[in-house]
Nanobody, 118 residues
């Protein structure tokens, strides 16, 4: 059974930090590109960051570049998203996604809520 389980969400004040984690099971993790998306209240789901299968290349949305860092550990089958200098507009449900390279296969987690407010 395929599972992506996010954790680490919560409430933080502007300027603060949070670290999200996504634990994968039920599929060949190291074959998959891993990505983080987010969906703000009333908004569309948007891309945040991605990492290639071997962790060698990472990509970030302009809105988070320089503040967020994505990493993956193929041995532990996890991806993390370190979020620093959080802003009010970072408030959203954050989702982990696995994409099979060259296939239409994709898996989503259930999401974890991040709330940035004072």
């Amino acid at each position: 059974q395929v599972q992506l389980v996010e954790s680490g969400g919560g409430w933080v004040q502007p300027g603060g930090s949070l670290r999200l984690s996504c634990a994968a099971s039920g599929f060949t993790f190291h074959y998959y590109v891993m990505k983080w998306y987010r969906q703000a209240p009333g908004g569309e789901r948007e891309y945040v960051a991605g990492v290639t299968q071997d962790g060698g290349r990472k990509n970030y949305a302009e809105s988070v570049k320089g503040r967020f860092t994505m990493s993956r550990d193929n041995r532990r089958r996890t991806v993390d998203l370190q979020m620093n200098n959080l802003k009010l507009e970072d408030t959203a449900v954050y989702y982990c996604k696995a994409e099979g390279a060259g296939t239409n296969t994709a898996y989503w987690g259930q999401g974890t809520l991040v709330t940035v407010s004072s």
